[in-house]
């Protein structure tokens, strides 16, 4: 028996946004200085994290599964990172 692809197992969770507030913020300066910023980028199975042309990391919290990955392998103080308020964030539907 075939497996569902983990993009379609994951697209019938249910994401609300808090468009009043992140629960990720990124310490700009010390995630580039530290080189936490590719460790994330690469970690992140959400693909939540991107570099911007300035060289910025970018977050799109919106997608984020709240598995906590990239604060645990990020440089402490390079981000700042909690659960969504209640009643927002991923809901899973399936597993």
Same mark, same amino acid.
């Given at each position: 028996?075939?497996?569902?692809?983990?993009?379609?197992?994951?697209?019938?969770n249910?994401?609300?946004?808090?468009?009043?507030?992140?629960?990720?913020?990124?310490?700009?300066?010390?995630?580039?200085?530290?080189?936490?910023?590719?460790?994330?980028?690469? %970690?992140? !199975?959400a693909?939540?994290?991107?570099?911007? =042309?300035? @060289?910025?990391?970018? $977050?799109?919290?919106?997608?984020?599964?709240?598995?906590?990955?990239?604060?645990?392998? %990020?440089t !402490?103080?390079?981000l700042?990172?909690?659960? =969504?308020r @209640?009643?927002?964030? $991923?809901?899973?539907?399936d597993?």
């Amino acid at each position: 028996m075939k497996l569902p692809e983990v993009s379609d197992r994951l697209s019938g969770n249910r994401f609300v946004l808090d468009e009043e507030e992140s629960h990720i913020e990124v310490n700009q300066a010390l995630i580039k200085s530290t080189g936490s910023a590719d460790r994330i980028i690469a %970690a992140c !199975p959400a693909r939540v994290y991107s570099k911007g =042309p300035d @060289g910025d990391v970018q $977050v799109e919290y919106a997608a984020c599964l709240e598995c906590g990955t990239c604060f645990a392998i %990020a440089t !402490p103080g390079s981000l700042s990172w909690h659960y =969504p308020r @209640g009643g927002y964030g $991923v809901q899973f539907r399936d597993g």
